[in-house]
């Protein structure tokens, strides 16, 4: 079993920038990939970025490319997601989820998720 803890959510104006952390505990989250996901009201999640069991390899949706960054430090048990040039479209809450076998974008692929974080955007 793993628990994951995101935080780092927060309100911001367009422009800006946040950093999402995600903490594991219960199984060392090395031994899978992990993701973000965002699900903003009234729409179905929806993939953000995924990264490798070594992290040498990352996916981005196409919305966030460029502007989201996602790591990993397997020895912290944690999973970041740097977020730069937040527009008002990335407002919504924002979940860690792990134990895929390889980089997923869809919640299917994810077998553990955290209760999510909030990011507000305004414009």
């Known amino acids: 079993q793993v628990q994951l803890v995101e935080s780092g959510g927060g309100s911001v104006q367009a422009g800006g920038s946040l950093r999402l952390s995600c903490a594991a505990s219960g199984r060392p989250v090395w031994s899978s990939a992990m993701g973000w996901f965002r699900q903003a009201p009234g729409k179905e999640r929806e993939f953000a970025a995924a990264i490798n069991r070594n992290g040498r390899s990352t996916y981005y949706a196409d919305s966030v490319k460029g502007r989201f960054t996602i790591s990993r430090d397997n020895a912290k048990n944690t999973v970041y997601l740097q977020m730069n040039s937040l527009k008002p479209e990335d407002t919504a809450v924002y979940y860690c989820?792990?134990?895929?076998?390889?980089?997923?974008?869809?919640?299917?692929?994810?077998?553990?998720w955290g209760q999510g974080t909030q990011v507000t955007v305004s414009s």
């Open positions: 989820a792990a134990g895929a076998q390889a980089m997923g974008v869809i919640p299917g692929a994810y077998d553990y």
